[in-house]
Nanobody, 125 residues
Framework: QVQMVESGGGLVQPGGSLTLSCAAA????????MAWFRQAPGKEREFVAV????????YYADSVKGRFTISRDNAKNTVYLQMNSLKPEDMAVYYC??????????????????WGQGTQVTVSS
């Protein structure tokens, strides 16, 4: 069974940092493009970052580039998202999921896998 279990969300002040974790049960992170997506209240779910299975290359949405870092620990089969300089607009539920590529600037979730519960990131003073 495939299940992505996100954790690490919480409340952080603007400018603060937070690191999210994703335990990718049922998928091997070293053999899948692993991505983070997020959905803010009233907004569409959007792509945040991805690390590719082939070479471990990373790609980011423009909105988080330079502030967020995606990484993986193959031994732990876990994906991380380090978030720095958080802004109120980063407030959302964050999800991890295997991803597919249209091009390097256009990634989408693998429809073969289900969305997990996500983890809430709240950025507030």
């Amino acid at each position: 069974q495939v299940q992505m279990v996100e954790s690490g969300g919480g409340l952080v002040q603007p400018g603060g940092s937070l690191t999210l974790s994703c335990a990718a049960a049922g998928r091997t992170v070293s053999r899948n493009n692993m991505a983070w997506f997020r959905q803010a209240p009233g907004k569409e779910r959007e792509f945040v970052a991805v690390v590719t299975w082939s070479g471990g290359n990373t790609y980011y949405a423009d909105s988080v580039k330079g502030r967020f870092t995606i990484s993986r620990d193959n031994a732990k089969n876990t994906v991380y998202l380090q978030m720095n300089s958080l802004k109120p607009e980063d407030m959302a539920v964050y999800y991890c999921k295997t991803a597919l590529r249209r091009d390097n600037n256009n990634w989408y979730d693998n429809p073969y896998d289900a969305w997990g519960q996500g983890t809430q990131v709240t950025v507030s003073s």
